[in-house]
C-alpha cells in the first residue's frame, strides 16, 4: 500500500533543471510533499556540489504545497546562504502563495508572486 502510495505521489510530481556554472532554475510542476521530495532534494545537492550559489524554483507548474515541500524550502534556503549564495521561489501560485503568508514564510523566504486569482471578470 505504502509503494502504490509513493509511486502515485511520484507520478504526480516532477521537475526540470536548467544549470549553468553559478545559477540553477528549476521547473517544479504537480505536487510537492513527501514521497517525491528525495528525488528533488538529491538534484539541489547536486548542483549546489557544482558550485551553483543561486538556486531559483519556478513554481508556476506547481498545484500543491505540502509542509514537507515548505520545509525543503526553508532548508535549501539555509543551506545556500550558509554557502554565500541566494534562493528565490518564484511564479507561485496564489492558493500557495496564501499558504506561505499563513505560515509567515513568505517573509522568511525570497518568494515571488505569479499568476492571477480566479476571480470574477466583471463585464
Do not use: W
Not at 17 to 30: A, D, H, K, Y
Not at 86 to 98: G, K, L, N, S, T
Amino acid at each position: 500500500m505504502i509503494d502504490e502510495q509513493r509511486a502515485d505521489a511520484e507520478e504526480l510530481f516532477g521537475f526540470d533543471i536548467e544549470l549553468s556554472r553559478t545559477r540553477g532554475v528549476f521547473r517544479l510542476r504537480g505536487e510537492l510533499d513527501l514521497y517525491p521530495l528525495p528525488r528533488l532534494e538529491e538534484a539541489c545537492d547536486d548542483a549546489i556540489a557544482k558550485g551553483v550559489r543561486e538556486l531559483v524554483f519556478d513554481c508556476g507548474g506547481l498545484t500543491f504545497l505540502g509542509s514537507t515541500g515548505m520545509n525543503f524550502f526553508v532548508k535549501v534556503d539555509r543551506l545556500i546562504r550558509d554557502r554565500g549564495g541566494r534562493m528565490a521561489v518564484v511564479e507561485v501560485a496564489p492558493h500557495i502563495y496564501r499558504l506561505l503568508e499563513i505560515t509567515g514564510l513568505h517573509q522568511v523566504l525570497d518568494v515571488e508572486r505569479g499568476g492571477t486569482p480566479d476571480e470574477p471578470q466583471a463585464v
